[in-house]
């Protein structure tokens, strides 16, 4: 079955140190993206990508990096972890078809 | 922002009892998703109306999309407690689906 993987499913990260956030999808979908949800809020897009090796700034990327090694495989980076970035982070991919958006069951962020 | 409002909604019904639940939008788009977000789970899309339609059906579900006002409604009928959710409508913006803040939907027995 199609999908969309994330990892880890939660994370508890200090200040300052390095984040990973990774996302693997297996419905051979040129598109992957990155959103941040905040308690009460909708979601708000990071980065994405749609094609390997390249990325493309969302509405809000500042304090996050993204890498996307292959079409299966799209990371979000948080080099300096700040208190701010506590969310849930969500991965989807798309494909050419504006019914093909799906969503990892996401990675909750918490920052001390 | 894309939207009018930023904050979460909140709705509370009874079950068995129809509820609607409306977005406005400020950029014009020729389509607008519906999502539907579990606890702990990812949004998944719930029904999709495009410009060339004012109103799309799916089940209990209706959707309305009026382009002249930039809104758009999503409608059930006859709620379950099972569509106890949180509600997201969402425009294109090319390749990017742009949300709004939802509306959390408590349905009780």
Redesign the interface.
């Known amino acids: 079955e199609a999908a969309?993987t994330q990892s880890p499913r939660s994370k508890v990260a200090v200040t300052g140190g390095k984040v990973t956030l990774s996302c693997h999808q297996t419905n051979n979908h040129d598109?992957m993206?990155w959103?941040r949800q905040d308690t009460?809020?909708?979601?708000?897009?990071i980065h994405?990508s749609?094609v390997a090796d390249s990325t493309e700034k969302?509405?809000i990327p500042d304090g996050y990096k993204a890498s996307r090694p292959s079409q299966e495989n799209f990371s979000l980076i948080l080099e300096l972890a700040s208190l701010s970035q506590t969310a849930v982070y969500?991965c989807?991919s798309?494909g050419t078809g504006?019914?093909d958006?799906t969503?990892?069951?996401?990675t909750r962020l918490l920052v001390i | 922002s894309q939207w009018g409002e930023e904050n979460l909604q909140a709705l509370s019904i009874q079950e068995g009892e129809d509820v609607t639940m409306n977005c406005s939008y400020k950029t014009y788009t020729t389509v607008v998703h519906w999502y539907r977000q579990d606890s702990g789970r990812g949004p998944a899309l719930i029904i999709l109306i495009r410009s060339n339609e004012r109103e799309k059906r799916s089940g209990r579900l209706r959707a309305t999309l009026d382009t002249s006002s930039q809104s758009s409604s999503l409608s059930i009928t006859a709620a379950q407690c099972e569509d106890t959710a949180v509600y997201f409508c969402a425009t294109d913006r090319g390749y990017k689906v742009v949300f709004g803040s939802g509306t959390r939907l408590l349905v009780s027995p």
């Open positions: 969309v598109y993206y959103y009460g809020h909708g979601l708000r897009l994405y749609y969302g509405d969500f989807a798309s504006d019914s958006y969503f990892g069951s996401g």
